[in-house]
Nanobody, 121 residues
Framework: QVQLVESGGGLVQAGGSLRLSCAAS????????MGWFRQAPGKEREFVAT????????YYADSVKGRFTISRDNVKNTVYLQMNSLKPEDTAVYYC??????????????WGQGTQVTVSS
């Protein structure tokens, strides 16, 4: 069973930056693709970014492309989401997820509990 714990959320002004981290408890992390999703109040959960198990392939939602960067450290069992030039519309609960396959759909096998990101205007 893979357990995922997100951290790094908080309150930031528009134009600012945050880096989210997601630590995985299980040693098989290095064989899983990792994704970030977000859910704003009253909206469905949406894909943000994903990275392959070796880090060689990354995909982003159009809404964050050029502003967000996903990366991973397979020694530390941690995936990161660097978020720059934040906008109020980025406000959401951010979730990390793990799955054997790289994909942008939300049917990942494992999910974290989420971390709140609030961007003030």
């Amino acid at each position: 069973q893979v357990q995922l714990v997100e951290s790094g959320g908080g309150l930031v002004q528009a134009g600012g930056s945050l880096r989210l981290s997601c630590a995985a408890s299980d040693g098989i992390f290095s064989r899983y693709a990792m994704g970030w999703f977000r859910q704003a109040p009253g909206k469905e959960r949406e894909f943000v970014a994903t990275i392959s198990w070796a880090g060689g392939a990354t995909y982003y939602a159009d809404s964050v492309k050029g502003r967000f960067t996903i990366s991973r450290d397979n020694v530390k069992n941690t995936v990161y989401l660097q978020m720059n030039s934040l906008k109020p519309e980025d406000t959401a609960v951010y979730y990390c997820a793990a799955d054997p396959l790289v994909k942008i759909t939300s049917d990942y096998d494992y999910w974290g509990q989420g971390t709140q990101v609030t961007v003030s205007s």
